[in-house]
């Protein structure tokens, strides 16, 4: 029976020093579709936990009145955050093909018509901007108040390189807005 015993605690001992604290290559998060797509996804209620790819974590709040599109967490653009929750990664760790396009979905909530509001994809290589587009999100029927789904088409026909980085976020212009549920998608 100590024989037993002892081999147990070695075995939990073992298991506790292994490398099992390493993160999984993907999270529930990220998922590829097939050979010539990767989807990122974040619905923000883990967004504090410190999930990989996402940055700017002082964005998230509780959804102070009403609720948020989905769950109790958004991130919020104001006076002091002009910037979301963004997607950032070097694209050589998304997929070994170089993206062609990116696509992002999700929902907005504005508190005042904010033509400025918008989503902005940029690739630089060690800051330094290769590919910058952006996306209104405040077009004629949009109205302030009320939670809108949008999709953000961003083609790339510049050359890229793998070791270029990719950041993905909302720009506020100094006004308060919201957005829930984000996903990414890259096509190859």
């Not at 062609?100 to 918008?118: A, Q, T």
């Not at 510049?158 to 993905?168: A, D, S, W």
Request: proline letters at 4%.
């Amino acid at each position: 029976m100590k024989k037993l015993f002892f081999i147990a605690i070695v075995g939990i001992m073992a298991y506790g020093c292994s490398n099992s604290s390493n993160p999984p290559a993907a999270t529930d998060s990220q998922y590829q579709i097939n050979e010539n797509q990767v989807v990122f996804e974040n619905d923000l209620e883990n967004a504090l936990a410190g999930i990989p790819s996402w940055s700017n974590e002082k964005t998230i709040v509780k959804m102070p009145e009403g609720k948020a599109h989905s769950g109790e967490y958004v991130s919020k653009v104001d006076d002091v955050n002009m910037y979301s929750y963004a997607f950032k990664e070097t694209l050589e760790n998304i997929n070994k093909k170089l993206p062609k396009s990116v696509v992002v979905n999700g929902w907005f909530y504005s508190e005042v018509m904010n033509p400025e509001l918008g989503f902005v994809m940029d690739i630089n290589d060690n800051n330094k901007s290769v590919v910058w587009k952006s996306y209104r999100l405040m077009d004629d029927g949009k109205s302030e108040n009320q939670w809108h789904e949008f999709t953000a088409n961003f083609d790339i026909e510049e050359t890229l390189k793998p070791g270029y980085q990719i950041k993905i976020f909302a720009y506020g212009a100094k006004k308060i807005a919201y957005f829930d549920d984000i996903k990414v998608t890259f096509k190859f």
